[in-house]
């Protein structure tokens, strides 16, 4: 099985072309060999680029831990490069299907190769019951979360993918190791959740770090800076547009008055080989 290992600001999976590649029935099993990172090709995940009758192509992302997700911004990205680069459509203007729905995508390319994104990624899901969250509210702000013996201010929103956002002064290891898993399973999310912790900069600026639902911290999650930028909006903390400062580099969102989410940030490739397995 040939791949593409490609990354958006950090956040690393490793690519399958299914336009020409047959994979094996297991995929969720495939995901966890291929994402480690002392036995296989090492990743957050792996990400499948698939024939799309709705669009130029499909987006399939299976977690670290082999559960699949609905959406992710920075594979979305690196999708949208590798059919730009690849000739699967060579458009400026792609349409991507996901498991939220069919997302438009601007590629800015530099010497005939794609290295930066703009991502309509569509308007944030509010309403707790559709997040899917058993806290109140739509959507829950500033709600109450019991983890780890603290009560903590949570904001929750949905991007196609289920976030937990919590304002915190300092962002540390204590929060993103040891309350992100808890609030990845907490009872008040059934599906899991991804835990992202923000400090706040200025009216446009913040730092994030994530503990991401089925790979833990990631270097970067691009829904997850989308959830966060809204759910700044709502708490009144930020402007409607802000860069997110992120451990694997930067990303601009812009929560627009349309009520869609535009994501901007880059998307690399890194090397192709051959899974033997
Ligand atoms: N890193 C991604 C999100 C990947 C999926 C997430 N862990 C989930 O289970 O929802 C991103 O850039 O959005």
């Known amino acids: 099985m040939k791949f593409t290992k490609m990354h958006g600001a950090g956040n690393d999976y490793v690519y399958v072309n299914c336009f020409e590649e047959q994979l094996p029935q297991d995929i969720p099993a495939l995901a966890r060999e291929v994402s480690d990172r002392h036995t296989g090709i090492g990743g957050d995940g792996l990400i499948l680029i698939c024939p799309s009758e709705q669009g130029d192509a499909r987006m399939r992302m299976f977690n670290a831990d082999g559960s699949e997700s609905e959406m992710c911004g920075n594979g979305i990205r690196c999708v949208a490069k590798y059919v730009f680069d690849h000739d699967i459509a060579r458009k ?163 929560w627009a008055e349309s009520g869609e989410v535009y994501m901007t940030g880059p998307a690399t490739e890194v090397f192709h080989g051959e899974w033997a397995s």
């Open 92 to 254: 400026e203007e792609l349409k991507i299907e996901t498991g939220a729905g069919v997302l438009t995508l601007q590629v800015f390319a530099e010497d005939g190769l794609a290295d930066r994104v703009r991502v309509n990624m569509g308007k944030p899901i509010l309403n707790g019951p559709d997040i899917p969250t058993t806290l109140e509210g739509a959507p829950p702000l500033k709600a109450p979360l019991e983890v780890g013996g603290k009560t903590l201010e949570v904001t929750c929103i949905s991007m196609g993918n289920p976030h937990c956002i919590t304002f915190v002064d300092e962002v540390t290891d204590e929060w993103v190791h040891g309350i992100g898993p808890q609030i990845e399973v907490h009872p008040a999310f059934p599906n899991r959740v991804n835990a992202e912790f923000i400090q706040i900069v200025s009216r446009s600026e913040m730092i994030m770090r994530v503990w991401e639902r089925g790979s833990g911290e990631t270097q970067a999650c691009g829904t997850g800076a989308c959830a966060s930028a809204v759910a700044a909006v709502l708490n009144g903390l930020t402007d409607r547009t802000v860069l997110c400062h992120l451990p694997g580099g930067d990303l601009t969102l812009e």
